[in-house]
């Protein structure tokens, strides 16, 4: 797409490459003066936790590693002069067609010095051609319109210091923990909803070391939603994510089923807006309470995702 490459001359005024380092230098402004952006590696994608600014819920570096899997060569950091890291970005090339940029995080103090840019520049180049996907703040719309990004829905991040247990959840026939053999069926339901195929991610994403926290409901053999509930780096702290249901009834079912295998820990749950009747059951009736609200933005209007079946997103990008 032209415009990545228009944004590249504007927002970067030297790029090149070290393969000996494996980074990239970036000349951005006086102030920054020699910006140094190189690749994140495996061993490092603890890094990447400094972007979920939330407090409590820092993903765990295990998880961190599964997201670095997905596109090795599409995280990057920025360093000072001294070796400091000042920020981290990822530009996950998910197909040949869909890129996600997350992971953003650029230390407050540094975001006017072109440190950000400098970032975000080198996901877009990475991403080039590609239809992007990227959750932002409010009060960041309008720059990342001038990009080329159009406003899809918002999003709420919802936490509770103590989730309810519900035994009963358990002798529910229709609820299935999801097997750690083939999951090709949950993939095929997952890229219905998604629109690009994470085999992947789902299929490492849904492997939970504890029973009851991956969990199916089907009807008839018909898969009719999924969810998954993973610990984060915080003791006695977790996170939904993804919940996907064919409806909010079917939505209830598994979000009481993945609860009740937490009892008294705190939760996190990132949940599209656009689903009331969910985002009563969260307030009303599971008593969290909204802490934070996001935007998701795409390079197209027409990306066809059936919001009405996604119930809980995993956000890359909270705080």
């Known amino acids: 797409m032209s415009f990545f490459r228009q944004t590249s001359r504007k927002l970067l005024k030297m790029v090149w490459n070290d393969c000996s380092q494996c980074h990239r230098m970036c000349t951005l402004s006086e102030a920054a003066q020699s910006i140094k952006i190189r690749n994140i590696h495996e061993g490092e994608s603890g890094i990447l936790a400094n972007s979920l600014a939330l407090e409590g819920c820092r993903a765990k570096t295990t998880d961190l590693k599964m997201f670095h899997k997905l596109d090795p060569s599409g995280y990057y950091m920025s360093l000072t002069d001294s070796g400091e890291v000042i920020g981290t970005i990822g530009g996950i090339r998910y197909s040949d067609s869909f890129g996600y940029i997350g992971f953003r995080h650029v230390d407050e103090e540094k975001k006017e010095q072109g440190y950000e840019q400098g970032l975000l520049n080198v996901a877009l180049e990475h991403l080039k051609d590609r239809w992007l996907g990227i959750e932002v703040k409010p009060d960041e719309i309008e720059t990342f319109q001038k990009l080329g990004f159009i406003t899809a829905w918002h999003n709420g991040c919802f936490k509770t210091e103590k989730t309810p247990f519900f ?17 090709g069926r949950v993939v095929e339901y997952d890229t219905d909803i998604f629109g690009v195929d994470r085999r992947r991610f789902i299929m490492s994403w849904t492997k939970t070391e504890k029973k009851g926290t991956s969990l199916l409901v089907t009807e008839n053999d018909k898969i009719m939603g999924y969810g998954v509930v993973r610990p984060l780096q915080e003791t006695k702290c977790h996170r939904i994510g993804p919940l996907y249901a064919l409806n909010t009834a079917v939505a209830q079912v598994l979000i009481l089923a993945l609860i009740s295998v937490i009892p008294d820990e705190a939760l996190y749950i990132t949940a599209p807006l656009t689903n009331p009747s969910f985002i009563r059951l969260l307030t009303n009736d599971l008593r969290l309470e909204q802490i934070n609200e996001t935007v998701r933005m795409y390079t197209k209007k027409d990306h066809e995702i059936p919001t009405h079946k996604m119930f809980v997103i995993v956000d890359t990008n909270v705080g």
């Open 167 to 183: 035994p009963e959840l358990g002798q529910n026939p229709s609820i299935h923990s999801i097997p750690e053999g083939p999951l």
